[in-house]
């Protein structure tokens, strides 16, 4: 059993930063692919980002990439979402996913057996 804790969203201006961070409970932390899904009113929840355990193999959705970093320290149990240049666009609800040893990254949310609670990022423009 894994127990996710977002947090760091917030209010920010369009072109601003923020830095999500993704606290987990539980054991072999590492053996998890985590991903970052947003949703936003209205819209269906959408893959951001994702991570391997090993913290080498990530991807990201064409919306958001060369402007989001995800990252993760086994050490802390925690993953990250650098996200820089904001767009109103990216305003949304993000949650963090743990996938136990998948084969490949995965980027359907059906894949993922644990999820966080959500946190609000929202943009000003």
Known sequence: QV????????????GGS?????AASGRFFSSY????FRQAPGKKREFVAGIRGNGVSTFYADSVKDRF??????????VYLQMNSLKP??????????????????????QYDYWGQGTQVTVSS
């Not at 127990?3 to 369009?14: D, F, I, K, M, N």
Request: proline letters at 4%; a negative charge.
């Open 89 to 110: 666009e990216d305003a949304a609800v993000y949650y963090c996913a743990a996938d136990y040893l998948p084969k490949t990254m995965p980027v359907d949310e059906l």
């Open 33 to 36: 692919a985590m991903g970052w």
């Open 69 to 78: 970093t995800v990252s993760r320290d086994n050490a802390k149990n925690t």
């Open 18 to 22: 923020l830095r999500l961070s993704c």
């Open 3 to 14: 127990q996710l804790v977002e947090s760091g969203g917030g209010l920010v201006q369009a």
